[in-house]
């Protein structure tokens, strides 16, 4: 039986959403593997904003598009995920057809630099203004290192005060039954609110 990563999961429930000319978010670069998959869905004519507040994600990121010749469709942004309202036109805010968010630590650099609740919640509360009509938004969560725990409860938590005449939402776990198995929350933007 073929094992499917969260993070599979993730890319399939964005590829179901995003089309072509569309705005996309990545609200954690990382090492650039969810910006590359973001700018292949929207095409020549979308547009994808990246954030993350190391430079070395911003470069590993960058040199993954430049290997695709991609990097004219993501607009890299060195801050925090919080502050995507201030970077991103306001003419495409309520335009953006999918954000998504893999916490924790940036692979094969320092784990001490890891996500943090506060600005997480900001930034999930900015790309809920940000989300279009029957939009998506994807959040993988790690509890299994310092910190991922509280982060991973408190994502739960936000995600059942969310307005559920505006949003939907679901949580997914691995195949592995532990409470420190990474979680994938799913929100949708619920597409009758034109």
């Given at each position: 039986m073929?094992r499917?990563?969260?993070?599979?999961?993730?890319?399939?429930?964005?590829?179901d959403?995003?089309t072509?000319?569309?705005?996309a978010v990545d609200?954690?670069?990382?090492?650039?593997h969810?910006?590359?998959f973001l700018?292949?869905?929207?095409?020549?004519s979308g547009q994808?904003?990246?954030?993350?507040?190391?430079q070395?994600?911003?470069s590993?990121?960058?040199?993954?598009?430049?290997e695709?010749?991609?990097?004219?469709?993501?607009?890299?942004?060195?801050g925090?995920?919080?502050?995507?309202?201030?970077?991103?036109?306001?003419?495409w805010q309520?335009?953006?057809?999918?954000?998504?968010?893999n916490?924790?630590?940036?692979?094969?650099?320092d784990?001490?630099?890891?996500?943090?609740?506060?600005?997480?919640?900001?930034?999930l509360?900015?790309?809920?203004?940000?989300?279009?009509?029957?939009?998506?938004?994807?959040v993988?969560?790690y509890?299994?290192?310092?910190?991922?725990?509280?982060?991973?409860?408190?994502l739960?938590?936000?995600?059942?005060?969310l307005?559920?005449?505006?949003?939907?939402?679901?949580?997914?776990?691995?195949?592995?039954?532990k409470?420190?198995?990474?979680r994938?929350?799913?929100?949708?933007?619920?597409?009758?609110?034109?």
């Amino acid at each position: 039986m073929t094992r499917i990563s969260l993070l599979d999961i993730a890319h399939a429930v964005i590829g179901d959403f995003l089309t072509p000319g569309d705005i996309a978010v990545d609200a954690t670069l990382g090492n650039g593997h969810d910006a590359l998959f973001l700018a292949q869905c929207v095409g020549a004519s979308g547009q994808v904003f990246g954030f993350d507040i190391q430079q070395q994600a911003l470069s590993k990121t960058y040199q993954r598009l430049l290997e695709h010749d991609l990097q004219t469709r993501v607009t890299l942004c060195l801050g925090s995920h919080a502050d995507m309202l201030l970077h991103i036109p306001a003419a495409w805010q309520g335009r953006v057809g999918a954000v998504m968010f893999n916490l924790g630590y940036l692979p094969g650099a320092d784990k001490a630099v890891i996500t943090q609740i506060d600005s997480t919640l900001a930034a999930l509360n900015a790309a809920c203004n940000l989300l279009a009509p029957h939009a998506v938004m994807t959040v993988l969560a790690y509890p299994g290192h310092a910190g991922g725990d509280v982060e991973a409860e408190s994502l739960l938590d936000w995600c059942k005060q969310l307005d559920s005449a505006c949003f939907t939402w679901e949580l997914l776990l691995s195949n592995h039954d532990k409470a420190d198995a990474p979680r994938l929350f799913v929100i949708r933007k619920r597409f009758d609110l034109l």
